[in-house]
C-alpha cells in the first residue's frame, strides 16, 4: 500500500508498504480522511525520534476486523493511544498515561497517512450519519481541546487568554468561548482572525494585554515568545494551560511562576465520545478550517501547505484515485 513514512527527520511517499495485519482484537480500518496536525510537522523536526508511518487524525471504513464481524462497514474514528489494559496508570483509568502505549503515528505504531491502518476494535468509535468524513477528521484534535476543560475548573467569570490560533488554537477558541464570559486570542495571522471573528471569538493585539490580568492563559502557539506572553499576563495564582508540543527545550522564568503561585497545567489527548457531540449537532463546524485536500501521491506538497506559516488544516485523502494514478 502506499504511505507517507518518516525516517531520520525525512519524509518519503513509499508505495510498497506492507498493508497492516490485523492483532486479536483489532480492525483494519480503510482511511478516508486524515488531518496534518502540528504534532505531525514536529515529529518531522525531530520532537520525538519516530519511524514509520505518521498522521493520528482519521475518519475511516472498518474493512476486516475477524473478532467482531459485524463491524465491518462501520464508519469510525479512533482513540489514538493504544494501552495495555493492566499498568498502574491503566487500572487508575488513566490509560491515556498507560507505560506500555503505543500511540498512532506516533509512538510505535504506523499511523494514518497510508490507504490503511490497524488499531484495536475498542479505540473505534462509530459515527453517527449527521457527521460528515471532513468534521470527523477533527475529532481527535477537538477532543484535544475539549480535554482542557476536563483538566482547569473554568468559572464564568473567568478572563481567559488563548495564545495561538493555528489549527488547535481554532478548535480551543470554539471550545472555550462558550464557558468564559471574557475570552481574548492572540493570532499572527489575518485568515486566523477572520475565522475566529467569524464565530464570534474576540482577537486582541497583544500589546494591550496587562501584566497580571488573566486566570486562565492557555499556550497553544508552540513558541517561546508565547510561554512568555502567557507567564506575563497570568495573575498571580493563575493557570497556565500547555497544549503545545516543543521541539527543543523552552525557557521559563521559573521564579514567576514560584512568588506568583502559578499553575502551570500540561494538556494532550481528550474524550472523543463529547466532541463527536458536538459536531454532530453542529454546535461545533471545523470545516471552515480546511484549506486543501491532497491524494497520498501529492502527500510531500501537502506537507509543504501545512508547513506554511499560519496554515490551517490540510487533509489526505489516501483513497482520493487522482492522487493514486
Ligand atoms: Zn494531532
Ligand atoms: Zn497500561
Redesign the pocket.
Known sequence: MRGIWLEDGALSLRDRLECPKVNRGEALVKVTLAGICNTDLELVRGYYPYTGILGHEFVGTIVEAPSQPSRVGSRVVGEINV?????????AGL?NH????SVLGIVGRDGAFAEFLRLPLENLIELPPAVSDEAAVFVEPLAAALQIREQVHLKPEHRVLLIGAGKLGQLIGRVLAPVVSELVVVARHSAQVELLEKVGVKVIDEAIIGERSIDVVVEASGSSSGLDLALKAVKPRGTIVLKSTYAGKASLDCSRIVVDEVTLIGSRCGPFRPAIELLGKGVIDPTDMVIGRYGLAQGLEAFKAASERGALKVLLEPGDVRGNM
Open positions: 494501552v495495555c489494559g493492566a499498568c498502574e496508570y491503566c487500572a490509560s498507560c507505560a506500555e502505549r
